[in-house]
């Protein structure tokens, strides 16, 4: 967020400066990979500065405030868990604690050779401004590249001066330039001047009152407030200091100011600054527990109301903590707040509640403790502030005698990952002549286009082209309409009709990506025929234009023991997959025709379409890939249309092109994980157990039907569960949005979600044990594993008395809640094909590089891969080398995805190191006990060829199943729908693992994903078809402090695959598809909120979508008759 320009004066330290290959690594980078804390790597750089800073501005501090403070930084991978257990080991209070060295120890002066004393005088290179600029006292002006003027200034008469001299027309101050992240800044002002270093600003003092300048940061306003809150008059501000520190997180706090701060309320003023809220009610005054003066101030009703002055003048000169008092004052703050709708944000209603909630909960925290009920007092805990230090184990079992297969072994790239010397796409250094790629997203949601006028952004400063459909030489398709994948074309560019909000029109290309993207919102488009789109699935499956049957599983038998008819819907919706790295591409022309770096899980698409678009032929153009920023199955097809844009760029212009999608382009413009809506009846017997069933599920594609995904989930669609009694139907439904498309176990989960969701009923309705139910139901001929596994963690997590401790719970506390609630999984996926590998040993050491057509996104396929060759050649895992993967060298391989790759992987490298054994064994009879090294040299002498090939075509099915069981605890806020989950427990048959750490980390990044799709990854769109989330600040995936509080995960003892994989079971996908009991844990506690507004257990509530805090909220039914203090 910060302007290099205002890095005037500070000193900056990188990921390459604290370790790297050359000086030996730091021991965070080296812990982290140790421990795991790194998959596809791309946040990893970024985790080891954020705890690199955090321990040099206090190195003493200990694990749980070590946790607390990761409240920015996402990783989508790994699920936190080995991050934090990493970075916990450096705490004060961890167990002999692990040291961190000084920077200076650790830095060699270039110019001396010796430790760093930093004596230096001369400037480093990179330095753009002169030293004595800087010592001195004056304003610096810097000119900008877009012609407007930057001044770092250090007095208010400063400002004054550079403003009497540039004009009052167009200027901004610039503190900590965060608010851009409340609202995204698209042009800046001609003048801006940088107040950072305004120490009058900044000061602070005491006359009769506290005074703070606006310039302090929100941080130094946290160490102010802790400090004043000892002092007489002034203890109020610990309760500032408390609300302070949850206010944004350390980074933005650490340069954001009150000032910015309140200057966004005042020229937003919906927004709900905290700051505002808490200056807005000081002054509020209790004595004797009579009400001198109140103040009520509500941030984020609306953007008018913000003092509840009705209630105010109520409560003055009351008796507070009667119920008298309360039952009136509740009545009169109901009748005054006005909330309005203000999308994406909760609804109205939640909002409206929350504030009725939180004023209760205020008026308990500050109540004397005997006037409050004994099992209210809970109340006043504040879920989320009050967790602590996390924990977990993982329980598996390894079989040395097979070592280095089956041993746990961190990642091989690892270090490098965590060293920031790994490469992505985009870390390509600029090329001569380079230009950047953007794309023009319409801004209607269906429709014609009439006219395209781009003569505006081609005017701008550094446009240089821009491109419609009518540019394409060829195909106008990103899909190819051929593979078993992707059946139809899916334009590249609009042809003219428009299907969805945001969908690509065309490509503007300038010399800078943000003159590009500036530029494509220049572009003046008018449409025709634009109607109201349907964005919902729940209402586009009452369509038949908008559904069409895909396939039927029709029941065999039928049960006559029908107690009871269950009848009902649900719908889930989209997830944004969330890589780290968006859809990025470089093109550049070569001899032959283009190198196209694309961050992509599926070389040929991108190999076949771009050859297609651009009418050449497939061997003048190379596709490469090295790693990728996570995938999740975004990138299997997704990535070609920006691949194939860029290209088309690169072509045309005949020079390199760089398209990277922003977050929020990548979230509007693509399609995500697919919403599915389903309709049940399901007739059962006072057992639970099914009689009949009737079940049609429709699955969103979006506004296309190309990839045949929603067919995948079929294999899974009864889970578990004896199917001879359901009558199933999937259809395939559109929806004027994006072409959904794969995320990490796309269709399976819905599937598996809603036979859960459907057991999961039974049991409430019935009042069964949700357990006992589902065992009723099993198919025990073809899944008794679920058996053994459930009786398993039965025992492993002590189930029974935890039911027991959680009933008590729920009867001792009013307005806390806990749930504790199983699912079960059976997961299969299907088929791959098309896969190679190359295995090449060299005779000067016997070192062995390999390649393979899968592709390392974090899933381990590497390390995998390495670990089977190391075991099969009898060779050390240092030996082996993987080599980046190209179309030259894996021509026409399969997508990497549906968690199959690595395992069909296995199979090529088996392939591999068989050939290349049987092209051995002759030399190696004529040796006697040779090492690898001395049989490698005399092979090579000996003229056998040291290059082997593996392939497998479609021949290679995933013919086993996998099974787990998970059960989990949580506890919910009553009042204000927040959660907390207490206990995991994940139970998985991972088979005979490859390398157990890498299976650990896909279990708990997998489940911590679809955490954040059961909880908090809402979509909202709005009635244009617009998606309004499309950023951080409203898209919420789970962060370090969401993570179960204790996750144990164990691997199933005994169990095996096939030989085919040497015993291993897939691992990346099946955990997405447990993480459906938390939202059943929450239900539970629900449940036993509204049980005590009189509704029973056995009443279904239906929730569609995350259980976010709003739906809790609402959910509980909670009524202000039930607010009270002891009589
Ligand atoms: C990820 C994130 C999370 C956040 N979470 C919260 C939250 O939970 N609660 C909350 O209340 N806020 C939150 N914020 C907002 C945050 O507190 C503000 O962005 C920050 O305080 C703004 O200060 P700044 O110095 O960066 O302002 P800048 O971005 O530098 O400036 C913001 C505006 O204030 C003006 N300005 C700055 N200083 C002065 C001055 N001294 N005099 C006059 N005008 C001035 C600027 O010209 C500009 O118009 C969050 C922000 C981010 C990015
Ligand atoms: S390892 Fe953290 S995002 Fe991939």
């Not at 607390?68 to 002999?96: E, H, M, W």
């Not at 184990?393 to 790239?413: A, E, F, G, M, R």
């Not at 259980?1107 to 609402?1114: A, H, P, R």
Request: glycine residues 6%; hydrophobic residues 35%.
């Amino acid at each position: 967020m910060v302007s290099i320009t205002s890095c005037l004066d500070w000193e900056i330290t990188t990921i390459e400066k604290i370790g790297n290959r050359l000086k030996g690594y730091h021991p965070l980078q080296t812990t982290l990979a140790e421990n795991n804390g790194s998959q596809c790597g791309y946040c990893s750089p970024g985790w080891v500065m954020a705890m690199y800073s955090l321990i040099h501005t206090n190195p003493n501090l200990t694990m749980l405030e070590i946790e607390q403070s990761f409240g920015s930084n996402v990783c989508r991978c790994t699920g936190y868990r080995p991050i934090l257990k990493a970075f916990k080991k450096f705490a004060k209070d961890y167990p002999n604690a692990y040291e961190i060295p000084d920077i200076e120890d650790l830095s060699i002066c270039e110019k001396t050779g010796k430790k760093c004393n930093k004596t230096c005088d001369e400037e480093d290179e990179w330095c753009v401004i002169k030293k004595e600029d800087v010592m001195q006292h004056k304003i610096i002006e810097i000119p900008l590249q877009d012609h407007k003027k930057w001044f770092r200034v250090l007095t208010v008469n400063d400002i004054f001066e550079v403003l009497n001299q540039e004009g009052y027309d167009s200027y901004m101050l610039v503190a900590g330039n965060t608010a851009k992240g409340a609202y995204p800044i698209k042009e800046y002002p001609q003048t801006l001047i940088d107040i950072s270093d305004v120490s009058e600003l900044k000061r602070t003092f005491i006359d009769q009152n506290l005074v703070i300048g606006g310039g302090t940061t929100l941080t130094e306003a946290l160490d102010i407030f802790q400090h004043m809150a000892t002092q007489d008059y002034f203890e109020y501000l610990l309760k500032f200091y408390q609300h302070l520190k949850l206010v944004a997180h350390i980074a933005v706090r650490n340069i954001g100011t009150i000032a910015g701060n309140l200057m966004i309320k005042h020229q937003h003023n919906e927004f709900p600054s905290d700051i505002f809220l808490l200056l807005e009610t000081v002054g509020a005054e209790l004595t004797l527990e009579k009400v001198q003066l109140a103040r009520i101030a509500y941030g984020g009703l609306s953007s008018t109301f913000i003092r509840a002055a009705a209630t105010e003048k109520y409560l003055t000169g009351k008796e507070l903590f009667t119920n008298d008092t309360l039952r009136m004052v509740l009545q009169v703050l109901k009748g005054e707040l006005k909330v309005v709708e203000i999308p994406p944000n909760p609804s109205a209603a939640y909002r409206k509640q929350l504030a009725i909630n939180l004023f209760y909960k205020g008026l308990l925290s500050i109540c004397p403790e005997d006037k409050i009920p004994e099992r209210y007092s809970s109340a006043v805990i504040n879920l989320h502030e009050n967790r602590p230090v996390s924990q977990g184990i993982q329980v598996y079992d390894t079989n040395p005698s097979l070592w280095p297969l089956n041993q746990p072994l961190p990642k091989v790239d690892g270090l490098i990952l965590c060293a920031g010397e790994a490469k992505y796409t985009e870390d390509m250094p600029s090329l001569p002549e380079e230009v950047y790629g953007a794309f023009v997203l319409s801004t209607v949601p269906n429709g014609k286009i009439v006219s395209i006028d781009p003569s505006k952004a081609l005017a701008e400063n550094g446009v240089i082209a821009f491109y419609t459909a009518k540019d394409i030489p060829g195909e106008n398709s990103f899909t190819p309409n051929n593979t078993p994948v992707s059946i139809v074309f899916e334009p590249l560019l609009s042809d003219g009709v428009i299907e969805y909000y945001h969908q690509p029109i065309a490509i503007i290309v300038a010399k800078t990506r943000k003159i590009a993207d500036r530029a494509a919102e220049l572009i003046k488009i008018i449409y025709s025929d634009v109607r109201k789109p349907i964005v919902d699935i729940k209402i586009a499956k009452r369509d038949p234009r908008r559904v069409f049957l895909l396939a039927t599983m029709p029941a065999t038998e039928a049960g006559r023991e029908v107690v009871k008819i269950i009848k009902g819907e649900n719908t889930i919706y989209g997830q944004y997959p969330f890589t780290m790295e968006t859809l990025v591409c470089v093109t550049k022309p070569t001899e032959e025709g283009l190198e196209v770096n694309a961050a992509t899980q599926w070389l040929d698409i991108v190999h076949e379409m771009v050859s297609r678009v651009l009418n050449i032929k497939q061997n003048r153009i190379d596709v490469k890939v090295r790693r990728l920023g996570g995938g999740y199955g975004f990138k299997v097809t997704r990535v070609s249309q920006t691949a194939v844009a860029c290209s088309l760029v690169a072509f045309k212009l005949n020079k390199p092109c760089r398209f990277i999608q922003s977050l929020s382009t990548n979230m509007r413009a693509m399609g995500k994980r697919f919403p599915c809506s389903f309709d049940y009846e399901a007739g059962v017997d006072n057992t639970g157990v099914i009689q009949y069933l009737n079940v049609n599920l429709y699955e969103d594609n979006g506004y296309k039907i190309n990839e045949p995904i929603a067919s995948l989930g079929l294999v899974v669609y009864n889970n578990c569960y004896d199917s001879k009694r359901w009558n199933y139907k999937c259809f395939n439904g559109i929806t004027d949005t994006a072409k959904n498309s794969w995320c990490r176990s796309p269709s399976t989960l819905e599937n598996i979600a809603m036979a859960e969701t459907i057991l999961e009923r039974i049991s409430y309705e019935l009042s069964l044990d949700p357990l006992q139910v589902r065992l009723s139901n099993l198919d025990y001929a073809n899944h008794n594993d679920l058996k053994e596994m459930t009786s398993t963690l039965v025992e492993k997590a002590d189930y029974n008395s935890r039911k027991q401790d959680v009933q008590s719970f729920n009867s001792q506390n009013r307005w806390k809640k806990r749930g504790l609630r199983f699912s079960c999984m059976r997961w299969k996926s299907s088929a791959a094909s098309y896969l190679d590998a190359n295995l090449s040993v060299y005779h000067g050491d016997g070192t062995v590089s390999l390649t393979h057509g899968g592709i390392e996104m974090g899933q381990g396929i590497n390390t995998k891969a390495v670990q089977l060759c190391a075991y099969l050649l009898n060779i050390p895992v240092e030996k082996v080398q993987i080599k980046p993967n190209d179309t030259t060298i894996s021509p026409n391989s399969f997508c990497t995805a549906a968690s199959i790759t690595s395992q069909v992987i296995l199979v090529n490298i088996r392939q591999c190191c068989e050939e290349l054994l049987k092209r051995l064994a002759p030399i190696r009879a004529q040796m006697i006990n040779p090492t690898w090294e001395e049989l490698i040299k005399k092979a090579f002498e000996a003229s056998v060829d040291l290059q082997t090939h593996g392939f497998v075509g479609n021949n290679y099915l995933n013919d086993y199943n996998v099974y787990g069981v998970t059960l989990a605890e949580v506890e919910i806020d009553v009042l204000t729908g927040e959660h907390e989950i207490l206990r995991v427990d994940l139970l998985q048959d991972v088979g005979q693992s490859v390398s157990p750490e890498i299976d650990i980390g896909q279990i708990e990044g997998a489940f911590t994903m679809a955490l954040g799709y059961w909880t908090s990854e809402h979509l909202v769109y709005d009635l244009t078809g617009e998606l309004l989330t499309n950023r951080t600040w409203n898209y919420h995936v789970p962060l370090a402090r969401d993570i179960p509080q204790n996750f144990k995960v164990y691997f199933r003892k005994k169990s095996y695959s096939t030989d085919v994989y040497f015993g291993s079971k897939m691992t990346g996908e099946p955990s997405v598809c447990m993480a459906i009991v938390i939202p059943f844990a929450i239900r539970e506690a629900i449940t036993a909120a509204r049980l005590e507004n009189g509704i029973p257990t056995t009443s279904w509530f239906n929730i569609d979508g995350p259980y976010t805090v709003e739906e809790i909220c609402l959910a509980t039914a909670t009524r202000l008759q039930d607010f009270r203090f002891k009589d």
